[in-house]
């Protein structure tokens, strides 16, 4: 667990590289939910969004304990993948990533724009994991794993701002892929001492952290098909798993039908872009408005690096299908 020393110091790291993002209230989107509503808007990242924030922490941590490393081996859906080329290479090192095949388009784009090597490797997500994990072993580089301490002391310096500047929220919505997210929120409520509850978000079609939650153990889906990328995980973290069953106050599903009203939702009251998993916070409250009517809660806009023809369907009215 992260100490207010711990979150403070990340902090002023991170914020020496990148400003504080924005959390806005935004009257038509608090009267769609019927809640006093925040938005953390992590689409205001160099990146676009919040795995940036835990790159910095880790490529400061790994030049400073392995100074002779030639470079990273990593595998993403886009937002990691994006974060760690751009550290990697301003630090001078190699970066490998490596996608599943029929990745997004444009973040694959801008993982080579940033500096990356970018391979496609097998159906889904954990399937590249598996070959990141390969490669690295073989070819002597550093392999970032989707969770680790260092990425999350990074990852929580977002819930940092949006707690200190609002510590009386009821509940934050968050989402889950493998957990670095909701890990740090959850760090950051504890180390400030607060009684917000944390609630994590998954997509129906990948619910490996909700299975796993309600088990009591790691439990791994078949598959995890859903447009809402970011949260398409089959695998679960132990580390990141032993966190958040303890820590979220719920984990909830929704579908992908919900994520896109979100997306139009956020784009019609706020005029932000959102892509599938960071859309997928506010789909959980709306979801959830009648529980929440009246309070002061938050929704973390994980990330806008939406695909220019999905965003289009779903501005059409459509759900995206993969």
């Not at 995980?233 to 132990?238: E, K």
Request: charge should be negative; hydrophobic fraction near 45%.
């Amino acid at each position: 667990m992260l100490s207010l020393d711990d979150l403070s110091a990340a902090a002023d790291f991170v914020h020496a590289r990148m400003a504080p993002t924005p959390q806005h209230h935004w009257p038509l989107l608090s009267a769609a939910a019927g809640a006093q509503v925040w938005v953390k808007h992590e689409n205001h990242t160099p990146t676009g969004a919040f795995k940036v924030r835990g790159t910095l922490t880790f490529m400061d941590w790994l030049t400073r304990t392995h100074p002779d490393v030639p470079g990273i081996c990593t595998a993403t859906r886009g937002n990691h993948g994006q974060g760690q080329a751009w550290a990697a290479t301003n630090a001078g090192l190699t970066a490998k990533v490596y996608v599943p095949r029929g990745n997004s388009l444009e973040k694959n784009a801008a993982m080579r724009a940033f500096g990356a090597k970018l391979i496609e490797h097998g159906d889904d997500f954990d399937t590249a994991r598996e070959e990141a994990f390969r490669v690295a072993e073989a070819e002597g580089l550093f392999i970032v794993p989707p969770y680790h301490p260092e990425l999350v002391r990074g990852v929580a310096t977002y819930a940092y701002e949006l707690l200190s500047a609002h510590p009386d929220l009821d509940t934050v919505y968050v989402p889950i892929g493998c957990g670095s997210g909701i890990c740090g929120t959850i760090m950051a409520r504890d180390a400030l001492g607060l009684s917000t509850q944390v609630v994590g978000v998954v997509s129906d079609r990948a619910q490996t952290a909700k299975l796993s939650v309600e088990a009591g153990r790691l439990i791994e889906t078949n598959s995890a098909v859903t447009f809402a990328d970011g949260m398409a995980v089959r695998v679960p973290v132990q580390a990141a798993f032993d966190i958040y069953s303890k820590g979220a106050a719920r984990i909830i599903a929704v579908t992908d039908a919900e994520v896109a009203d979100a997306i139009r939702l956020y784009f019609t009251a706020t005029h932000n872009v959102a892509e599938g998993a960071g859309a997928a916070p506010l789909a959980g409250l709306m979801q959830e408005r009648d529980r929440m009517a009246g309070r002061k809660v938050a929704v973390i806009l994980c990330g806008g690096n939406i695909d220019t023809g999905w965003f289009k369907t779903v501005l059409d009215g459509h759900t995206p299908q993969v």
